[in-house]
């Protein structure tokens, strides 16, 4: 069965931090690229990292850059997602998503959203005093 649960989420006060999970089953864990969404309301789903499957290789967006930290564990079919200094404007649901066929993007890996089939049920960070 394949399935991505994702943990971690919270209620957290500006500048704290958080360390979100993405735990895969039924798949070929080191031949996939998982990225990170987040979706706050109103707003589109928007992709704020991604480690590839080749080579471990971490690429974020520029709202997020030098805060958050994405990296993979594939003895433990693991995606971890650190946050630090968080903002109220980083409120909003967390999702990982991946793409199977990682391998295609060689050391790469995409933010589009599009790029990717298989997405948890996400979980919530609400910044906030």
């Known amino acids: 069965q394949l399935q991505l649960v994702e943990s971690g989420g919270g209620l957290v006060q500006p500048g704290g931090s958080l360390r979100l999970s993405c735990a895969a089953s039924?798949?070929?864990?080191?031949?996939?690229?998982i990225g990170w969404f987040r979706q706050a309301p109103g707003k589109e789903r928007e992709g704020v990292a991604c480690?590839?499957?080749?080579?471990?290789?971490?690429y974020y967006a520029d709202s997020v850059k030098g805060r958050f930290t994405i990296s993979r564990d594939n003895a433990k079919n693991t995606v971890y997602l650190q946050i630090n200094s968080l903002k109220p404007e980083d409120t909003a649901v967390y999702y990982c998503?991946?793409?199977?066929?990682?391998?295609?993007?060689?050391?790469?890996?995409?933010?589009?959203?599009?790029?990717?089939?298989?997405w948890g049920q996400g979980t919530q960070v609400t910044v906030s005093s």
């Open positions: 480690v590839s499957s080749s080579d471990g290789s971490t």
């Open positions: 039924g798949l070929i864990f080191d031949y996939v690229a």
């Open positions: 998503s991946a793409d199977q066929d990682g391998f295609r993007y060689g050391s790469s890996c995409p933010l589009g959203r599009l790029e990717y089939e298989l």
